[in-house]
């Protein structure tokens, strides 16, 4: 099967890494493979890196221009199915489609952000054969009860969780926080922002207790002055530490005692893979995205809103026991390793892109 995956992301985000782990994937079981991505992103770097066919995007093109380069693509390489992700980018290789009269095109939606179509995805259903790839059987459900008539299969999100192994805590004396007390790492980037502030508020807190604390933020926008300034202004600013997008996140993230997850999406979905793979018990506010990945009492502690000081006597109580947390941090792993691998991954997706190019399914127009 020929495919290609579209993504106009200029960041290294939760679906430019499913993406890349997708389209790698199914290039280890023989499928060619094209990825068309923004010049000079880092998935355009980590492609080129792991020799697979690669296309440039121009990032400043209006999507006329994109649709017209597209197309060429397609032609000359003959592509049976395109995997898109945003609206905009399903409009623009449907119109693609369209005008080299090939193949069928696939709309992933990310993890737990929902369905919606706007007039630019209605568009794009009618201009070329389509079909949607969630990453739950809930969130195919949840769509089918909106009344979307349209293919859909299910994908789930998924890692290779015997990788971690081999990933060594970073020292905490190279992160310049404490020696000793608990160690909270988080992984950030945009889509946490509303869900960051829990951490803060837990934290003053849980410092008029004595609790010995602190919290590690790293990823993308982790540094921001904005983060900071609110931090300082509930009085905890010493203790967080904010150390911004980095390389070597793994290492840093397994630093932590505890892992807790604020960003949604894609993003969100493989922070609870990663801390759960690194065996680290997973902390997050409870929405259906967490609820999917994480076992409430079991791999982690999912917080309810309401009142803080209640969220917080419930974290000082799970920080303080280190055995049950390391009960924790294994039940996470073994879940990981049981009902979210890569290779579910990629049977639900190679699944979905051969019944997408199966050419006798296309329309006719």
Known sequence: MR??????DMGWSGCARATFSVAQGLAARNHDITIACCDGSPLESRARAAKLDTVAIDSGSSAAGCTLDLRKVLRERSIDVVVATTERDQLIVSSAMRL?????????????????????????????????????????????????????????????????????????????????GVLIACRYDASGRYRIPTIFRTLAL??????????????????????????????????????GEREDH???????????????????AFDCLDF??????????????????????????????????YTASGIAAFLSSEEKRAAMGNAARARVQREFTDGAMLDGFEHAVTVAGDRESWATT
Not at 3 to 8: M, P, Q
Not at 116 to 137: C, K, M
Not at 255 to 265: H, R, T
Request: charged share 20%; glycine share 12%.
């Open 206 to 243: 849980l410092a008029t207790r004595r609790v010995p604390i602190h919290v590690l933020v790293v990823g993308p926008g982790s540094d921001d002055d904005d983060l900071r300034m609110h931090a300082s202004a509930l009085g905890v600013g010493h203790l967080v530490t904010f150390l």
């Open 3 to 8: 495919v290609l995956f579209y993504l106009a």
């Open 276 to 309: 759960m793979a690194l065996r680290m018990p997973v902390i997050a506010d409870r929405t259906p995205l967490t609820q999917h990945y994480v076992a409430d009492g079991i791999t982690g502690l999912l917080l309810a809103s309401g009142d803080p000081s």
């Open 250 to 268: 793994l290492p840093i993230m397994r630093a932590g005692d505890v892992g807790w997850v604020v960003s949604g999406g894609d993003s969100g």
């Open 100 to 180: 080299a009269q090939h193949g069928g095109v696939l709309r992933r939606v990310p993890a737990f952000d929902g369905l919606t179509l706007r007039r630019g995805g209605r568009l794009a259903l009618r201009i070329a054969p389509s079909g949607l790839v969630f990453t739950s059987d809930r969130e195919l459900e949840d769509s089918n009860a909106s009344g979307w008539v349209i293919p859909a299969a299910v994908a789930p999100l998924g890692v290779d969780a015997p990788s971690y192994d081999d990933v060594q805590p970073a020292g905490r004396d190279t992160l310049a926080v404490p020696r000793s």
